[in-house]
């Protein structure tokens, strides 16, 4: 019986597009997964989305449509997404399906009859983009340390998990297991930055929105994001429904594949939580790093650097991309993803590299032997030492893929394929050609070169997913094309016909972008300073915000201006709860015309910048006295 392989990616937030970084994850975890079932095991490789939170009852809010049908839109978006990419998982879970938010609701009930769920309050500091709460130590300048984002306090009645209760056993199971975590650098970080200084309990439910798994036998609570999330895992696999045979088959997890933000998560609630279930633990969770823009810059919409994936595939190919994100960053470390560097590699190993070998090797065989693959007989140093060199590249690709070292497995590949380029010259198959008494040698370099392409087709499997094919047509190939037919050297029958086809990879010129013309959309008429003196702009204290009744955009707020209060409406709810910006001094426009907004006045205006998503007030430091003018 085959032996399994259960791999999973992070279930996606449906909150927006996905853009190249969370690709580069899913084509991760699909590389690993196209090995291990090359290797002959029965692979289940999940991935899915996290539909539930108050970041997408906002979103769908925002849009005007039900949460559900928000998500639904997005979701037929990653599906294809993941089809453009041949992600091959054999499964996709949705949060919000019944497989799902059944069990979920069975876990949280069996967790709170057991006592390891308990009624609380909690209090916290909590960053609704990134769905975390943070405890004051934790935050970077009073900011959410992921994203630098706000946050805000947050009261409520919860239900709390037990995670205190565990953590002997999680340090323990930790020492036993120091595979569990990797790369190693990430376990010293989970160990001592969040486990060894005290694990608190974990909120698993909030009152103060509605979108989410509500908790069966106290339905104003809905299960709080992480409970929630961490299980698809298992209800992906049928656990606690009527047909758990793929649980029984598949759990526990070889391989949670995960972001490294996320591997706290994996980490400490998702095996407490398994713990607590009296479950098996997942045998490995890999933290791998970002995908950032021009050294540091993280990817998105709100980032303004944001390009659907498919556009790069059009414009490059699916595996010119594939092969980018494998192999461009040591698998573990954040890496640096621009145009250039796509198309540098393309243009490096792919065009010239692979596939120049390709179209010289079927061009050669054309000329010299009629298109059809000789016999060899011949064998010399450099036959011997292209052996040589396969012999020790396909090892060292399945030792690095057994450790997740994918762009160090590709490296080993491609040390072939510069050997036997290599080979070509110091061979010189054209002085060969011209001299009848060598002709055996040319049969063996021919032989040689068409199997070395056999063998190359064959370990780029689990990374490329349309090029090995496209070899095999050329190389007249149809069998021999299995894993380990890539050990062997000698199974390409001779008398094979090969075929010249269209290049492999067409090299692409790289032209920078041009520097985008400054957005004269929102330039103004120039004024002159006599204009902006009428202008009185002024520091004011807000003491008192609240939301105005029947709009979903406006606050009303009482400012101090030192000598006077006033009240001005702000359309700032969206961006601000009212109580994050009680005692703040933002600045405001104090002399503009009275005016009434949903028939309450408004005396001023606070200035904001931002877009999309992000707006903010302009505030400024307490020492500025209230009324100050602004200059
Ligand atoms: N929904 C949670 C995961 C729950 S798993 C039980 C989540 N979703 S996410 O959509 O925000 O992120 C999914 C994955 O994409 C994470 O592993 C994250 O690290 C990864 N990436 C997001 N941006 C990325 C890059 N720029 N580069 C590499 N991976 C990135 O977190």
Redesign the pocket.
């Known amino acids: 019986m085959k032996e399994k392989y259960y791999i999973?990616?992070?279930?996606?937030?449906?909150?927006g597009n996905?853009?190249?970084?969370?690709c580069?994850?899913?084509v991760a975890a699909d590389a690993i997964a196209r090995y291990k079932r090359l290797k002959g095991y029965d692979v289940m490789f999940l991935t899915g989305?996290?539909e539930h939170g108050q970041k997408i009852q906002d979103k769908a809010e925002a849009a005007g449509v039900t949460p559900q049908k928000y998500v639904d839109d997005i979701v037929v978006g990653i599906k294809q997404l993941w089809k453009d990419l041949d992600i091959s998982n054999d499964d996709f879970i949705r949060t919000t399906e019944e497989r799902h938010t059944k069990v979920v609701q069975k876990i949280f009930r069996k967790l709170y009859e057991q006592g390891d769920i308990y009624k609380g309050e909690y209090e916290g500091k909590y960053c609704t983009p990134?769905?975390s709460f943070w405890t004051d130590t934790q935050l970077v300048d009073g900011k959410c340390p992921d994203c630098g984002r706000e946050v805000k306090v947050v009261k409520e009645e919860s239900y709390f998990f037990k995670l205190s209760k565990y953590q002997d056993r999680l340090i323990k199971f930790l020492e036993e297991h120091p595979d569990f975590i990797q790369p190693e650098s990430r376990k010293n970080e989970m160990i001592n930055n969040f486990i060894k200084p005290g694990l608190e309990d974990l909120c698993v439910s909030r009152t103060t929105f509605d979108w989410g798994i509500p908790v069966d036998f106290d339905p104003k609570h809905v299960v709080y994001?992480?409970l929630d999330?961490?299980?698809?895992?298992i209800t992906a696999l049928g656990y606690l429904s009527d047909d758990d045979s793929k649980y029984q088959k598949y759990w526990p997890a070889d391989l949670?594949?995960?972001?490294?933000?996320?591997v706290r998560?994996?980490t400490i609630i998702?095996p407490i939580m398994l713990m607590a279930l009296d479950l098996p633990l997942p045998k490995q969770v890999f933290g791998?790093?970002?995908?950032?823009i021009n050294g540091g810059q993280?990817?998105?919409k709100s980032f303004g650097n944001y390009v659907p994936p498919q556009e790069y595939i059009e414009k490059y190919s699916l595996d010119a991309v594939r092969y980018f994100l494998l192999r461009e960053v040591a698998f573990g470390s954040?890496?640096n993803?621009t145009e250039e560097l796509l198309v540098n590699r393309l243009n490096a190993d792919l065009a010239n590299n692979l596939g120049n070998l390709l179209s010289r090797t079927v061009a050669m065989i054309e000329k010299y032997f009629g298109g059809v693959v000789p016999e060899a007989s011949y064998e010399g140093e450099y036959e011997k030492s292209l052996k040589e060199t396969i012999k020790n590249s396909v090892a060292d690709v399945e030792r690095y893929m057994d450790k997740l070292e994918i762009s160090k497995a590709l490296e080993s590949i491609w040390n072939i394929v510069s050997r036997a380029n290599k080979y070509i010259d110091e061979t010189t198959p054209w002085i060969l050609a011209k001299d009848e008494s060598r002709v055996e040698e040319l049969k063996s370099v021919m032989y040689y070169l068409a199997e070395t392409l056999r063998i190359v087709s064959v370990l780029i499997r689990p990374f490329l997913t349309r090029t090995p094919e496209k070899m095999w047509e050329q190389l007249g190939i149809a069998t021999h094309t299995e894993w380990e037919d890539a050990k062997v050297f000698g199974l390409l029958e001779p008398e094979t016909k090969v075929k010249k086809g269209a290049n492999l990879f067409e090299r692409v010129e790289f032209v920078p972008e041009e520097p985008k013309e400054e957005v004269v959309e929102n330039q103004k008429e120039e004024i002159t300073i006599d204009y902006l003196e009428k202008i009185s702009l002024k520091v004011a204290k807000v003491l008192e915000a609240e939301k105005v009744d029947g709009s979903d955009k406006l606050l009303k707020l009482k400012v101090s201006l030192g000598t006077e209060e006033r009240q001005i409406v702000a359309g700032l709810q969206k961006y601000y709860q009212p109580e994050e910006l009680v005692g703040k001094k933002v600045v405001v426009v104090a002399n503009l015309k009275k005016a009434k907004l949903k028939g309450i006045e408004s005396q001023g205006m606070v200035l904001a910048a931002g877009e999309g998503d992000v707006v903010r007030a302009l505030v400024v430091d307490d020492t500025v006295p209230e009324g100050a003018n602004v200059n």
């Open positions: 999973t990616t992070p279930i996606y937030y449906p909150s996905l853009h190249i970084g969370h580069y994850c899913t989305t996290d990134c769905e994001v992480w999330a961490l299980t698809n895992y949670h594949l995960v972001g490294k933000e996320i998560f994996h998702w791998h790093g970002w995908l950032v993280k990817i998105g954040d890496g993803f």
